[in-house]
């Protein structure tokens, strides 16, 4: 499949996209009025390649602030263009903050949303008595000293199958409070802590609520147990609050190899 070129839906071509952002200066990924959005934005751009409109779905929504190193996109189009077009000719369209890493066409059983198996999150966090300037925008923050092993501690009751309500934005959409999280890594660098999450979906606001009450246990507010605690009232008010989207990136979507999708996992 990967090497077909053109897939055609009857008339019509589905190809996907990989692409990454920095966030800090749109009002998240999903389209709306104002027109500040990843996605107004893109389909501004592919809709320019096409002389045509072009409504795109992602994978998954991001939030104001929050970056991208891969969000993946599907769009049906009836346009026959070379994928050098939708590649760089979309690219030399968009503001220098968005970037197409690439274009490949899909059968129509594909979809961004649906196809994906996991998507995989990084919160890049700066634990230092002074704010970084370099990173402004990039990195979260926090002054006081964090224990790292306390952390480790805590984020291990969240691993595996849980009803995350806890750490649900009373905004979320999502049908079911369970999800299943597979991976919550954190890693320590110098003054630069990372933390690596992966699971099936996630909630809105599930990442940074998770931060957030990862910091109180890393900053001896709670012990680590206290962590099983919140998930298991799942009442959203006795977790932490939500922890600042500047250091929140969507890392990676994983989908089946059957695709033959490209890889720009980090």
């Known amino acids: 499949m990967a090497g077909c070129g053109r897939i055609f839906i009857g008339n019509a071509m589905r190809i ?42 992602a994978a998954g929504r991001t939030d104001t602030g929050v970056h991208a190193l891969e969000q993946v996109i599907h769009f049906d189009t009836d346009v026959v263009r070379p994928l050098s077009a939708w590649l760089r000719g979309v690219n030399a369209l968009l503001p220098k903050s968005i970037a197409v890493l690439w274009a490949h066409p899909v059968p129509d059983e594909f979809h961004a949303r649906f196809s994906a198996q996991a998507r995989s999150y990084q919160y890049v966090l700066i634990n230092r008595a002074v704010r970084s300037a370099v990173h402004q925008g990039k990195v979260g923050w926090f002054h006081a000293p964090l224990n790292v092993a306390q952390m480790r501690l805590a984020a291990e009751y969240l691993l595996g199958e849980h009803d995350f309500s806890a750490f649900r934005s009373s905004e979320c959409q999502a049908k079911s409070p369970i999800k299943n999280l597979a991976q919550l890594d954190i890693q320590q660098h110098g003054d630069t802590i990372l933390f690596d999450l992966t699971a099936n979906a996630f909630l809105h606001h599930m990442v940074r609520n998770i931060i957030g009450c990862l910091v109180y246990v890393g900053k001896g507010k709670h012990s680590s147990q206290w962590l099983q605690q919140v998930l298991e009232t799942r009442q959203r008010t006795v977790a932490a609050p939500t922890f600042a989207p500047d250091g929140l990136y969507l890392r990676a979507i994983t989908y089946d190899k059957k695709w033959g999708l490209p890889s720009m996992n980090f």
């Open 16 to 57: 996907a996209m990989g692409l990454e952002y920095d966030g800090s200066g749109f009002f998240g990924w999903q389209s709306q009025a104002v027109g500040l959005t990843v996605q107004d934005a893109l389909q501004a751009a592919l809709s320019k390649v096409a002389d045509a409109k072009i409504t795109v779905i």
